[in-house]
Structure formats: C-alpha cells, structure tokens
C-alpha cells in the first residue's frame, strides 16, 4: 500500500482565524483540508456553508475533502464543486437513490465518497463498491469533534478490504472521529488509506508536530 492521507478537520479550527489556520494546513505534512458540513437535521449541529468554505478555498493549496452531513444532498452536489470541493462525500443514510448520487457527483469531476455511521454494516456498499473512489468509515456519531472513538472500526476496515479487494484496488478507506496517536498505528494496520483529525491537531500545542507524527507512522 502506498503511503497514508492526513486530512486535518477544519471544524476545529478557529473560526475566526480561518486564513491563518488554512495557511498551517498549507505549510504542514497534510494531503487534504477535511470539511464538514452539517445542516441540523441529518446531524444535531449545524457548521457552515458556502461563504465559509469558499473563504478556507481561496487560500487552501491541498485538495478538499468535503463530508455532507446533509439530509438530501443531491440539492447541492454542484454548489460544493463550485465552492471548491476535490471530493464530495454522502452520508449513505442520507440518499435514498445512492447510485444516481454518487454518478451526479462524478459527473461534477470531483472524487465520490460514501459514509458510513457507526451502525450501518460495510456490507451495505457491496453494489455500489466498484463506483465509488472513497468510503468514510464514522468513528463517532456525527455531529460534534471531539468525541471518543469507537472500537468496533477496526472490524469495520478489516471487512471494508477485503470486500473491495479485487474489486475496487483504488479505494480510499477513510477514517473520521476520535483519531489520535493512539490508535493511528492499529488503524492503518487494519487497512486505512486516510485519517482524519481535528480536536487530536487543532487541540495540540504544536499542530505542524502533530500532523507530522500522524504522518509519520509505520503500519505493520
Ligand atoms: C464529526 C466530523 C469529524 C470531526 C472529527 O461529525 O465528521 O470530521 O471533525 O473530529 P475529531 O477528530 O475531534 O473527532
Ligand atoms: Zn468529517
């Protein structure tokens, strides 16, 4: 396997100092902005829209991995390509025609990425696995940063590869909640491509040190 992703989440940066955490983003070791977008129905909590996203876009100089915690999100798959997105990714509780989806957001150019919550099986995806360039594994319930990791994840990837091996080589498998140095090792180890972090980075004294150990480390 090639080397693994970084992708710090913006939702813990601080708001009112976007430009300056983008920056950090740009000059550390991350391949991707993680930005997640939450409308207070899908998920109890609402984040930001496009005015915020396009502002980190403007000085993003990585690609951005957008995670659509959004009830319906067919409405908005050429708003977000607009406001930058590299990869869109849909909750796959959210769609109820998942395939129709997922080809409107290949048609768009951008990366199609399906997530997963805590209790829908990886075995759900086994139509659709060949189309899609991403699955997001939920660590956590969606809604908030800074929550406890959920054990049962690493089943979850080890199920995820072997399912999609053979199948679909070039899958991301991406891994969003509770990500720390703690478990980065056993994650990737089960088969992870992509970890996001956000409270674990943007918590840290020194985020660059952070996300440059996160890099840093060797899988068996
Ligand atoms: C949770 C979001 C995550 C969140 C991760 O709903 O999808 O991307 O920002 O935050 P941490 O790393 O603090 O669990
Ligand atoms: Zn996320």
């Not at 089943?155 to 091996?165: C, F, P, Y």
Request: hydrophobic residues 45%; charged residues 20%.
């Amino acid at each position: 396997a090639s080397k693994h992703l970084i992708a710090p989440s913006m939702l813990a940066a601080d708001f009112a100092n976007l430009q300056s955490d983008t920056e950090m983003i740009n000059a550390s070791a991350a391949d991707w902005f993680h930005i997640d977008i939450m409308d207070g129905l899908f998920v109890p909590n609402i984040s930001f829209g496009f005015p915020v996203m396009s502002a980190i876009a403007k000085h993003a100089q990585k690609p951005l991995d957008v995670h659509l915690m959004i009830e319906k999100p067919d409405r908005y798959l050429s708003e977000f390509r607009d406001a930058g997105a590299a990869n869109i990714t849909v909750h796959y509780e959210a769609c109820t025609h998942l395939h129709r989806t997922i080809a409107a957001i290949k048609d768009l150019g951008c990366h199609a990425g399906v997530a997963l919550n805590p209790h829908t099986p990886v075995h759900l995806l086994n139509d659709i696995i060949a189309d899609i360039d991403l699955v997001c594994i939920m660590s956590v319930n969606p809604g908030f940063g800074g929550q406890k990791f959920i054990e049962n994840t690493y089943a979850k990837i080890r199920e995820l590869r072997a399912m999609s091996a053979g199948v679909n080589d070039n899958l991301w498998i991406e891994i969003d909640g509770g990500v720390s140095l703690n478990n980065a090792e056993a994650l990737l180890s089960a088969g992870a491509d992509v970890l996001v972090a956000g409270s674990f980075v943007f918590n840290s004294s020194d985020p660059v040190s952070t996300i440059q150990q996160l890099k840093d480390v060797n899988p068996e």
